[in-house]
């Protein structure tokens, strides 16, 4: 039973990690996916998602894990650019709520110290609170999307380039919540990975499939379709604004956490300089780092991958080859007549 609790936590996590303001508001999805076919996209997708959750949760060559460490450093520095889009889209939110000018960053920083707070209590109690949050998240979001009107997607043919953009947006998104996977993989044993994998894989495409159902044209130069599309209901206005603050919040934490075991003697000195930076880049805009920045980066994340894979097989496939030449040893066991 605790095992299948744990199962469920960190399923959430991964989710909540996956689900920020690019995700949760429908900016990523017009990115990647808007104008392509719905059925094809989340197939391709979910089998993306799955292997490479998979993969990390599961991998046990000590080679490619280590290699895997090292350059969780370097994504670590993408974790800023993570970190300062979900602060971005916070003002943009703002601003679209409450009137409150971008330049006046009144609930990015509140929400900055927020999640900040909570990945200094710890890894238990961030594995708790997602576990209450990401479930009213998803059931809102599949609610709400049931009374937004559903659009016709007139493209029904797979091409090299909407194969591209579903591979490049699983690995993008698994490459930057990876520090926190690994993280999960060293403080968390008792779980399955293949269910974490399949689980969070499947409400994850569940997901963009039920958004492109209802984007539209008009949503592809606004910072926030999901807001746009909900505009005529007041009520669902603010209950997807909701939910795009929960969405916010679970990826800010998903990108914190890693910094927190940066420093030594319990110190979070680093958590707290990263955040500054992060809200510092964060002015830039969310619409800019989302659509500018994460296409370059989804390409240097499927790079990353192949090389990882390609040398978790090689080791694989070396180490059968070993075992099967191996000279087999003469126990001298003898036959009974």
């Not at 914190?256 to 880049?281: E, M």
Request: charged share 10%; proline share 3%.
């Amino acid at each position: 039973m605790n095992r299948l609790f744990n199962t469920l936590k960190i399923s959430c996590l991964v989710i909540g990690g996956v689900i920020g303001a690019g995700f949760i508001s429908g900016r990523e999805i017009m990115t990647f996916f808007y104008g392509y076919n719905k059925y094809f996209s989340s197939i391709i997708l979910f089998i993306v998602l799955f292997l490479l959750i998979y993969l990390l949760l599961r991998l046990k060559n000590l080679f490619a894990l280590d290699l895997i460490k090292k350059s969780n450093v370097l994504i670590l520095l993408f974790n800023l650019l993570i970190m300062a889009s979900m602060l971005a889209a916070t003002d943009s939110l703002a601003e679209g709520l409450f009137g409150t000018p971008k330049n006046i960053p009144i609930f990015s920083i509140g929400l900055l110290i927020l999640s900040t707070l909570c990945c200094m209590s710890g890894f238990s109690r961030l594995s708790n609170v997602s576990a209450v949050i990401v479930p009213i998240l998803i059931i809102i979001f599949f609610s709400a999307i049931i009374v937004i009107p559903t659009v016709e997607n007139t493209k029904s043919i797979l091409t090299g380039v909407h194969l591209y953009s579903c591979v490049s947006y699983g690995a993008l998104n698994i490459f930057l919540i990876q520090p926190f996977l690994i993280k999960i993989k060293e403080e968390r044993k008792d779980y399955s990975p293949f269910w974490v994998a399949f689980l969070s894989s499947i409400v994850l495409v569940l997901a963009i499939f039920a958004f492109l159902g209802v984007l539209s044209e008009d949503c592809i130069s606004c910072d926030i379709p999901l807001i746009l599309l909900a505009k005529s209901n007041k009520y669902l206005y603010y209950l997807l604004s909701l939910i795009i603050f929960i969405g916010i919040f679970t990826t800010l934490t998903a990108v914190q956490y890693p910094f927190c075991s940066l420093t030594k003697n319990g110190s979070f000195l680093a958590l707290i300089i990263v955040s500054v930076i992060a809200f510092a880049i964060s002015r830039v805009g969310f619409y800019t780092i989302v659509d500018k920045v994460y296409p370059a980066m989804s390409l240097l994340s499927i790079i990353y991958y192949l090389f990882i894979i390609a040398i978790s097989l090689f080791f694989s496939l070396k180490g059968q080859r070993s075992h099967t030449l191996r000279r087999q040893e003469d126990i001298k066991l003898r036959y009974l007549p």
